[in-house]
């Protein structure tokens, strides 16, 4: 098993490319039998998702799509009523689009709450969300349950495949648990 030690920490591969891509064929076989007629606008998250995405979107077959990124940043400090500040504002008009928002991970379900009222506030017919991880113990927002999961996991911080740890670390081709 491989391991890797980052900023005194020690972690452990949970996830194999191999496992990974067998998620993620997983998750775009699903979107691709209920997306089949329509022609969704996908909308990644940076930075995290950007490696789930990419492998994601080029594993859908016959879904005539777009794409476009969002960055964002919210503040845990402030609970539910928090903001999300937009670091990369959305540049796609959604009002009538079948959205479909690509995360990472889903840890308190803040970010994703907040998205879909913003994306629902700009007339998007329907927002719906695909995420690689999923920790669903920490859900704190109902409406931020992801319709699409590559695999749903307990508490412990995951880096590599697009997760960070301070920055670093995205570029794993796996993912790799803590171990205390
Ligand atoms: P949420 O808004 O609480 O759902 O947090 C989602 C964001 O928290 C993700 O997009 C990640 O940036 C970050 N995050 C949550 N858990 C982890 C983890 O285990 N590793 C790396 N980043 C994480």
């Known amino acids: 098993m491989r391991t890797i030690d980052e900023q005194g920490y020690h972690f452990e591969e949970w996830l194999t490319p191999t496992q990974i891509a067998k998620d993620v064929q997983q998750v775009a076989n699903q979107i691709s039998a209920d997306y089949k007629d329509k022609e969704p606008l996908f909308v990644v998250v940076l930075n995290g998702a950007f490696v789930f995405a990419a492998d994601?979107?080029?594993a859908l077959e016959d879904v005539?799509?777009?794409v476009t990124f969002i960055r964002v940043s919210s503040y845990y400090g402030m609970a539910s009523t928090g903001q999300l500040e937009f670091i990369v504002p959305l540049q796609q008009v959604v009002d009538q689009r079948d959205v479909i928002i690509i995360e990472d991970i889903i840890d308190t379900g803040l970010t994703i709450h907040q998205l879909k009222a913003h994306m629902?506030?700009?007339g998007a017919t329907s927002v719906r969300v695909a995420?690689?991880?999923f920790k669903p113990n920490k859900l704190e927002y109902d409406d931020a349950k992801p319709e699409y999961?590559?695999?749903?996991?307990?508490?412990?911080?995951?880096?590599?495949?697009?997760?960070?740890?301070?920055?670093?670390?995205r570029n794993l081709d796996a993912i790799y648990k803590v171990k205390e």
């Open 56 to 58: 994601l979107l080029r």
């Open 64 to 66: 005539r799509c777009e």
């Open 120 to 122: 629902r506030a700009h």
């Open 131 to 133: 995420t690689m991880l």
């Open 149 to 169: 999961v590559g695999r749903e996991m307990t508490d412990e911080f995951v880096i590599g495949y697009g997760l960070d740890f301070d920055g670093f670390v």
